[in-house]
Each structure stands twice: as C-alpha cells, then as structure tokens.
C-alpha cells in the first residue's frame, strides 16, 4: 500500500510540473509579513510545505472546468446563431445506439479525467500528508498542541519539557499560536461549548473543533512570518471577531520563547485551580479515529465545569 | 352471509381502484413515517455506541416484564384489526363492531401500560433529562406512545360510526388505511422494543 | 393503461375520477378550495411574498459585508431605530439564518414545487385532480401555519433564530441561542415539512394512479418526471429533518440531552444532528433541482422545436442522481473529523454523481443542436439555467474532494457554488416556468419585452454574485462573517465585496420588471389563447385556459410522447411542426408506437 502511494506520489510530482506550466491562473500577491493587510484577489499566501497540493489541485481542476464551460457555452451560443428560427429542425430523438454510446462516451472520458484527477490525487494527498497523523507523531521534533475552543477565543496549550499536557510546566496561551518552521506541529482540539472551526488559510488547512470530541489536525510550516487564524463555523454573536495569531518561529527562537514560557508558567502554577487544567492527555495516532475516548464518554466533558460556566454564553450577548 | 354491496358493478370497481389508490397513498406516508422513526432509531443507535456501558453506569436498567406483555398486547390489537377488517368487508357488522372495539379496547391497554411503565421509571429517577437514556427512552416511546393514541381517535370514530349502522362499503377504505396504519405502529413498537429494552 | 388501448380501458379511465362540480361559495373556492390549480396560485402568492421577504434579507446581507457595521441606507432607520439603521452583529446572525431558511423551505419549495407540482403534475398526465385534494387542501394550509410561524419567530423577544439555516447544536441549543424565535423557527421547518410530505404523497400517488390511457412512465414530460422524483425524495428525507427538529425542539424544551454536550450541560452528541441533518440536507438540495432539470429538458425541446434528445437517458439519469443523492451526504462533514475511511467513500460517491450531470447536459445541449431555436422568454429562462447550473455544478466537485475541501470548506465559495445550483438554477428556471405556464394559469399573456429584461438582470446578476462570492471564497473569505475585514488576509478583498453588492441591487432592481410584468399581466394582459406556445403536451392541446374546474370534459388518450416536434410526416400531412400528445394522427403508426413504448417501459 505505501509502496502504492510513493510511487503514486512520485507519479504525481511529475504531472504536477508538467501541468503547472499549463495552468497560468490567479496568483496572489502579498505582502511579505502578514497579517499585514493583503491585498488582490488570489489564494492567501502558501507557507506551509504541503498546501501547495491543494492549490495545485484546485488550480488544475480550475482549469479543466474552464474548458469543459468554455465548451457548453460556445455549444449553447453557436446553436443559438446558427440553429435559429429559420433553420429546419432535424427530427432525431437521440436514442440510436452511437447517440447513446457517444454520450456514454464523452461522459466517461470527462468523469475519468476531471473527477478521476481529483480522486486520485485528494486520495494521496489525505492518506499520504493531510490526514496521516501516523507519519507526523512519528517525527522527534513534533510540536504538538492542544486546543480548546470556547465562544469567541481560542486556550492553546503545550505540553513543556516534560512532554504531559496539564502539568506545572504547561504552556497556556490565548488566541496567541507560535511554531517552530520546518517539523510537524499537531493539534488536537475540542471545544467548551458549541462547534468551532480552527482554520489556517496560509496553510490550507482546517478542522472542527466540537464539544465533546477531540479531533487533529497537523500541517508543516515552511515560512516564518506572523498570519491569521480564523474561526470557520458560525458559533455565535461574535463568531467574525474570534481571531487567533499565528506566529511560525525559527527552530531556535521558538525554543527559546518556549523555555521562557514554560519556566514563568511553572512559577505560577497553581495545583488546587482545577480550571486551569483544561487539557487531556494527548490522543494516540492508532487509536480509534472518532474522538471517542477509552473511558466511554466524550472527553471533553472532562473539560472542567466551573471554566464551562464562566464562558459567556450568556443570554444578553444575543440583545 | 348477506352481501350488503349492492353497488353497481361499474360503482364497485370505481370503489375498489379508489380503495387501491388510497392505499397506495398511505405506504407513501407510512414509508415518510418510517423514516422519521429511522431517524430517531439511529439517534438511539448512535448515543448508545458513544456509551461503553448501556444502561449507564448509575441509572435503572429499563424494565423488561412490561414492555414484553405491550408487545403481546399490541401485537393481539393488530391481529383484532385483522379480523375486524375482513368481517366488514364480508358486511357482517356485529363482529366487525366486536373485533374493532376489541382492538380499541387493546390499544388503550397499551397506552395506560405505557403510563405505567413512565410512572415505574419515573419513580426509580429516570428523567428526560437523566442523561441519554433518559432523553431516548421517554422521546421514543411517548413519541410512539402519542401514534398509538391518533391510532385509537381514529378507531373510535370508525366504530362509532359502524354502531350507528352507516354503510359498512363506505369505511372499508378507511378502515383499511387505519389497519395499515396500526400495524406500522405495532411494527415501530416491535423494533423498539427489541432495540431498547432487549438489547 | 399501456400498449394498444382498447375502448373498455378508455371508458374505464373517463370513470376513475369523478367530476367535482365548480364550487359556489366563495369560501370554497377561494379560501378553501380543493382545486389542484387553485392551490398551486395559492402556493404561488405564499411562495413569491417570502421570495420577496428572503431577497431583501439578502439585500442587507450584502450590504453589511459591502459596507461592514455602517448604517444601512434607505431603510435603515425604519428597520434598526434603536441603532441609527446600523445592523448588529446578532441582527445579523438572524438575517443571514432566516434569509437561508425562508429561501429554501418557504420561498423555492413552494414556488417550484407547491405550485408547478399541483398546477403541472395533474394537467400534463391528463388527471382531474390530484389523487387526495383534500389533502391538498390541508397540504396548503398547513404550510401557511408553517408562514405564520417564521413571521411569528421575529415578533418574540430576542428575534428570530439566528444559529445558522443549518442550526447545528449546541448552538441551537437554548444555551447557544436563547429565546423562542429559534423554537419557532424550527417548529415552522417542522410543519413545513408536514405539508411537504402531504404534497409529496399526493404527487407520487396521483403520478402512479391517475395517468391518461396511453401515457406511459417515458410518456410523461419531463417535468413530471422531474416533480415526481422530487416527491419521492420529499417523502423519505423531509422526515428525517423533522425528526432532527422534534429532538433539537425537546432540548430546548423538555429538558432532554440529544444533542447537548460541554457547557450546554449533558452527555449527548451534537455530531449525529449533522448526520440527521445532512442525510436530509443532500437530497435537498436535489429535491430542489430535479423538477428544474425536468424543466429545461422540456423547454429545451419545447422551443428548440426537436425531440427532447435521448429523453430516457435524461431520465435514467435524473433517477441515478435520486438514487445516488441519499449516499453522499457526508462531504458536508469532511472536516468534522470524520473516518478517513468513511470520508473516501463519500468522496468517490460525490464524484459519481458528475456522470449523470454530464449525460444530462449533453442530452440538452444536442437537444438545442439542430434544432429551429425560438428564444422565447421561458427558452432563456432555460438556457440561463443551464449556464448558471454549469458553472455551479463544475465548481461543486471542489467540495466533493478532501484534501480541497479542506481549504474551501466553509468559505464564501461554498456559498457561491450553492447559490449557482439551487438557488440561481432554481430561480430562472422557476422563472422560466412561471413565464410559460402563466397563460395556462391565469389565460393572460406576459410581456415578453419586460420577461427579457428581467432574464438579463436576473441571469447576469446572479452569475455576478455568486461568481464574484466563488473568487472571495478561493481567497479565503469565510462564510457568515459580520464584518469579514477584521482578517488581514482579507483586507485586499474589499472592494470585491463591494463591487459584489452593486451587482446584487442591480439583481433586485431587474426583479422590478417581473414585479410590474406579473400584476400587468394578471389584469391586463393580452388573452391567451388555448395553446399559445404551439406545445403539444396535454395542458395546451385539451384545456382551455385558463382550465375548467375539472380540467378534462373527457379525459384524454395519449399515443405519443410528450417531445414530437418537427416530424416529418406531421409536417407534410398537417402543415405544422407540432403535434399533441393526444392527437389521433395515424392509427396505424400510433399504435405502434404504443406497443413499443410499452414493451420496454
């Protein structure tokens, strides 16, 4: 099966060169450090290592539907001209044998190369990169981070030296995500009350993160640089202003900003502030895939109560 | 055995395609009721399969003695509606009217059971609000519980107006469409009961 | 009914269906009428208010992402005193979540199919009714309570709902959304969906039952076919919605935890509302565009004078996609981590549904091919249908794939790529058959000027919203945002969302001429004639126009298909290039098309 994939992958890497000269399509331009505002039209700028097999596949899809609309449109406005009313209809109900296996036809060949296209890659792409946490977990220099989203901001906590999430030496920040470039970063995210979405457009890459359920995500960035983080599902009043900010570091700078933090955490840790100890232990990448955790209940109703109650879901939000 | 249809040929095979039709209409809506009960079998399902222990740990296991004698309960009341039907198309109104009330009588049954069995649960703490099993077992069954209940409307009017001697011919089709709807219910039930208090 | 008719048949079908005699009162027929023609004028009016209603929820929409927090013209201060005409962003969650729901499920639904469903089905099979009016009846009413009610939702403290048209808890829940406008509002989908089924019912059984002698299932329009697959997803999906409902209502009233986890307190799992939702919400979205393919397969046909080309293609296909539309609802859900085992599967299940897509455009566009195109305003109606669902049917495969729904997710361009399908496909060609079957509705022709104008503003306009809302989702715009330049890697797209706003007033002022052409018409428009459009389906050639009550004096004997234009012998014989459905032409030939239509039927 891996196998399968690399050479599949290897496959790809060459059409990819091949059909990247063919697509000439929207590109963006942007400042060089965001969120410095952007301007233009085009995809937000790519810093992560592998969105651009998204973009790639949404430019060559892009590409192949513009002829296939292309087509249907010069059909429809020949016909139009040509076929008018001073022209004598031919009486013919399409349904002899080469009428209908030239339609099968053409079908055929559309659906195997359009959709075929985006099966074959979208399946790599998801067993290979976007959704093998496998591979990610594997790597020594993995960060990784937990989650926990709450109407209208964003808990991120790491683990610390230690390497165990709701310990003194925990890392815990607002709306406030910084990363080292070039390793994976992975998260795993639940949410305190209603349904969020954890998206970061410069990486391509989003997850929702749901009461009760702890879902992952990981990506790889390959820039540094300061970028949004943005809030994708509708979650209330003020779901346009739950922003985060994203700030990928260099390896080094990012271990000395942890180091930093997680000594001033451990100082002010508090053993008896069970609020304070949102987090849980980090979910394998072999285990069950659906967030259910061992204990049979959803684990986030761990999450503990008193940090539920004190999140503003309260009704005069809504005036 | 005295024939009451005294319609036209051409009238009875006018009323026998009507007959049909309206059947026809009603798998249509017991297919759209079904559906709704699938939906909320498979909200069941799916609470059930997030809990590693069923029932959960610190409530009452559901009661099992009851539910199986409204099994056999519900299941007489179709078997009752079965004759009832035949017996009017044979036009043969006494039995007709005793097979109906038989089944009426059957569905009430059913419903007090079921009254008794919220009561029962009710006493040993299970609320709708007590957890998922709570929330499950009281929408089912009253949801169930409130069809069974339009059922019987439906029957007492059927049998009121069979007492009062109007056309048998006329309420076959209704009673028809009553049957096919009863023994949805009954079916709905069976699957509840084995889905929810069985398993 | 099929094959070779012999008169006994004939006779028996003239019996099947009584004739109702015309109501007196007033009452009867007006109010509470049991006609199926009257019901769908009712569905109409019911369905073009919300239209209204709806689309000037859109106007705000877009003037708050044009214009962010800034006070809305005109009306501003009519609508929102309390802050000079400004929209607040929960004002704003309500307008965007009504403006969805009242779209969908009380503007498009009773438009397309409570009104071309009754007004069609019942006159193009060559019924007198359909199969339980007064069903019908209560169908209409009862989706009128179901009005009341949304109307109802913004009268009541804290407004209407306002959790998103997909109403996902827990934010659904009374935690997330407090107040009894988002009750009412799903108790109104509940009984909305009620009278759905009903119609449902009524349109899969008078379909089955009440066919003319002679019509045959590939005998029947395409429209009909179109109606009647939607009925039958109607059927089995609106419940699973209205389960979903019930069980959000008892949340946020009875106290139980179906959906409710985390800080809304309980142990339930609001994942499987969107598994309920969605098994529900992709047929939908099918339930709103079959009966628009069934649509352009006539009228592509109808007005390109030419056999509807390879017309049993066209219909295996739209049956496929019945079929296929109840297995694929999970893409809507690729992010909420679901199984990647379980996601691929959807995927390639998305993806299939482009085979019959594809049969299908190419069946219309070699309809047209060849043909005598008259550019009629229900053939542009047509054409602009099949130009606004290709673009949004093409940018739909996106979203059918993982790894590009995972950027696309959620942005603008979901919206975009949805409002080209069901919405701006489901528009024009509603349109399109309002223009055509307005004489048979109302015996009055429309203006075809102003039906032009309003095809030009109406096609340009919504290929422009939504196309430019499809360039703001590829740059990363989210959807629902109360003010989207909050994000810096959205600041560029300012003036996009601008320019996007000019176009969607531009859209609402064309909506003008229909408004004028429609009341104009209705009083004083030219008579029309029994078959104005030269067609030669059974509404044309056997009713007057408007029809009488019972539509059919006799009901009528169907020997050919509902497409024959331009045949050759007619053409000699009769000097025209159509023929009606229950014409007598030749004997002999006519009962050979019947023995074969019936032997692969």
Request: glycine share 8%.
């Given at each position: ?319 | ?199 | ?359 299908l455009f190419l069946n219309w566009l070699h309809t047209i091919w060849k043909g005598s195109i008259r550019l009629t305003v229900p053939m542009l109606f047509g054409l602009g249908t099949i130009f606004v669902f290709g673009l949004g049917g ?208």
């Amino acid at each position: 099966m891996n196998i399968g994939f690399t050479m599949m992958n290897h496959l790809k890497k060459r059409l990819t060169s091949l059909l990247v000269t063919l697509v000439a399509l929207t590109s963006a331009t942007f400042a060089n450090a965001a969120p410095v505002p952007a301007t233009g039209w085009g995809l937000p700028r790519d810093v992560s290592v592998d969105g651009h097999k998204i973009d790639w596949l949404i430019n060559a899809t892009t590409f192949f539907i513009t002829i296939l609309f292309v087509i249907m449109c010069i059909w429809m406005a020949a016909a139009v001209v040509k076929h008018g009313k001073d022209h004598q209809a031919e009486y013919d109900h399409g349904d002899s044998g080469h009428h209908v296996a030239f339609a099968m036809a053409i079908s055929a060949v559309i659906f195997l190369v359009v959709d075929g296209n985006l099966w074959f890659n979208s399946t790599i792409d998801v067993n290979t990169t976007f959704w093998n946490y496998t591979e990610a977990e594997k790597h020594p220099e993995a960060v990784r981070i937990e989650i926990n989203a709450h109407q209208w901001a964003w808990d991120a906590r790491y683990a610390g030296p230690d390497g165990k999430f709701n310990t003194a030496d925990d890392i815990v920040t607002l709306n406030d995500i910084r990363v080292p470039v070039g390793v994976p970063i992975l998260f795993q995210l639940a949410s305190t009350d209603v349904i969020h979405s954890f998206s970061l457009p410069n990486l391509r890459i989003k997850q929702d993160a749901m009461p009760g359920m702890i879902n992952r995500m990981w990506t790889t960035a390959k820039e540094t640089g300061e970028f949004d983080i943005a809030c994708t599902q509708h979650c209330g009043t003020h779901h346009y202003k739950m922003k985060g900010l994203l700030t990928i570091l260099k390896m080094d700078e990012y271990k000395s900003w942890s180091d930093k933090m997680s000594r001033i955490h451990a100082r002010g840790y508090d053993p008896k502030d069970q609020a304070a100890k949102w987090g849980w232990a980090w979910k394998k990448a072999d285990t069950n895939d659906d967030g259910i955790s061992v204990e049979g209940k959803p684990k986030s109703a761990a999450l503990a109560p008193e940090r539920s109650q004190s999140v503003s879901l309260a009704p005069e939000a809504r005036n | 055995m005295h024939n009451v249809v005294q319609l036209h040929p051409q009238a009875l095979l006018e009323q026998r395609r009507n007959e049909q039709t309206s059947a026809i209409g009603m798998m249509v809506a017991l297919g759209s009721w079904g559906m709704m009960f699938a939906a909320l079998f498979f909200m069941y399902l799916g609470l059930r399969a997030h809990t590693l222990a069923w029932p959960p740990p610190g409530l009452p296991a559901l009661p099992i003695a009851l539910p199986s004698l409204n099994t056999v309960v519900i299941g007489c009341s179709s078997v009752a509606l079965v004759r009832a039907l035949r017996s009017m198309r044979e036009g043969q109104r006494r039995p007709a009217s005793l097979w109906m009330l038989a089944t009426f009588v059957l569905g009430l049954a059913f419903v007090g059971l079921q009254t008794l069995l919220w009561w029962t649960t009710w006493q040993q703490g299970l609320t709708p609000s007590t957890g998922t099993l709570g929330t499950v077992f009281y929408s089912l069954t009253v949801l169930h519980a409130l069809h069974v209940a339009a059922g019987l409307a439906v029957l007492a009017y059927l049998l009121g107006m069979t007492l009062g001697g109007r056309s048998m011919a006329e309420r076959v089709t209704t009673l028809r469409l009553c049957g096919m709807f009863w023994h949805f219910v009954g079916g709905v039930w069976a699957f509840m009961f084995v889905g929810m208090f069985l398993l | 009914m099929q094959g070779v008719m012999t008169p006994a048949d004939i006779e028996a079908a003239q019996h099947l269906q009584h004739i109702h005699e015309t109501p007196k009162s007033f009452v009867k027929h007006y109010v509470f009428s049991i006609d199926h023609k009257y019901i769908a004028k009712q569905f109409l009016w019911a369905g073009l208010l919300f239209l209204f209603f709806g689309g000037m929820l859109a106007m705000l929409i877009r003037w708050q992402w044009a214009y962010p927090g800034e006070a809305v013209p005109v009306v501003g201060n009519l609508l929102f005193p309390d802050t000079q005409g400004a929209i607040t962003p929960p004002t704003y969650n309500t307008i965007f979540t009504t403006h969805g729901l009242i779209m969908i499920f009380f503007a498009i639904t009773p438009i397309m199919i409570g009104c071309f469903g009754n007004f069609c089905i019942p006159l193009m099979i060559g019924a007198r009714d359909m199969a339980f009016p007064w069903l019908n009846l209560l169908s209409f009413w009862i989706f009128a309570l179901s009005q009341a009610l949304v109307l109802a939702s913004f009268c009541v403290e804290l407004g209407s709902a306002a959790a998103g048209w997909t109403t996902y808890p827990p934010l659904a829940s009374q935690v997330g959304t407090p107040g009894l406008g988002q009750s009412l509002m799903v108790l109104a989908l509940f009984v909305t969906g009620v009278s759905t089924i009903m119609g449902a019912i009524n349109y899969i059984t008078t379909v089955i039952r009440f066919r003319a002698p002679g019509m045959t299932w590939f005998r029947m329009p395409g429209t009909v076919w179109g109606l009647w697959l939607t009925s039958i997803l109607n059927a089995l999906f609106v419940p699973v919605l209205g389960s979903a409902g019930l069980m959000l209502l008892f949340d946020r009233h009875f106290g139980t935890q179906f959906f409710l986890t985390g800080a809304a307190g309980g142990t339930g799992d609001p994942i499987l509302f969107q598994h309920l939702f969605w098994i529900f919400g992709h047929p939908e979205v099918y339930i709103l565009i079959l009966p628009i393919w069934g649509f352009v397969i006539d009228f592509m046909s109808f007005f390109a004078r030419k056999p509807a080309y390879w017309f049993r293609g066209s219909i295996y296909a739209m049956i496929t996609v019945t079929v296929l539309s109840a297995v694929v609802y999970g893409h809507h859900m690729f992010v909420t981590g679901m199984s990647p085992l379980l996601g691929q599967a959807f995927m390639l299940l998305t993806l299939v549904i482009s085979v019959p897509a594809e049969i299908l455009f190419l069946n219309w566009l070699h309809t047209i091919w060849k043909g005598s195109i008259r550019l009629t305003v229900p053939m542009l109606f047509g054409l602009g249908t099949i130009f606004v669902f290709g673009l949004g049917g093409l940018t739909g495969i996106y979203l059918g794939t993982i790894s590009t729904d995972l950027y696309l997710h959620d942005t603008m361009f979901v919206v975009g790529h949805f409002h080209l399908t069901m919405a701006s496909a489901a528009f024009l060609g509603s349109f399109g058959a309002l223009y055509l079957w307005f004489p048979k509705m109302y015996g009055r022709l429309m203006n075809p000027f102003l039906g032009k104008v309003h095809f030009w503003f109406s096609t340009v306009g919504l290929t422009l919203v939504f196309g430019f809302q499809m360039l703001a989702g590829y740059a990363g715009q989210q959807r629902r945002l109360y003010d989207p330049f909050q994000y810096s890697y959205l600041e560029g797209l300012q003036d996009l969302n601008r320019f996007t706003t000019y176009c969607a007033f531009a859209l609402a002022i064309g909506q003008l001429a229909f408004v004028y052409n429609f009341f104009y018409s209705l009083f004083a428009g030219k008579r029309a004639s029994q078959n104005p459009w030269e067609l030669g389906t059974i509404e044309w050639t056997d009713c007057a126009s408007p029809p009488v009550h019972h539509n059919f004096d006799r009901i009528p004997v169907v020997y050919r298909g509902p497409h024959e234009y331009n045949h050759p012998e007619v053409l000699e014989k009769l000097g025209r290039d159509w023929i009606g459905q229950t014409e007598e032409f030749d004997p002999a030939a006519d009962a050979a098309t019947s023995d074969e239509v019936a032997a692969t039927a």
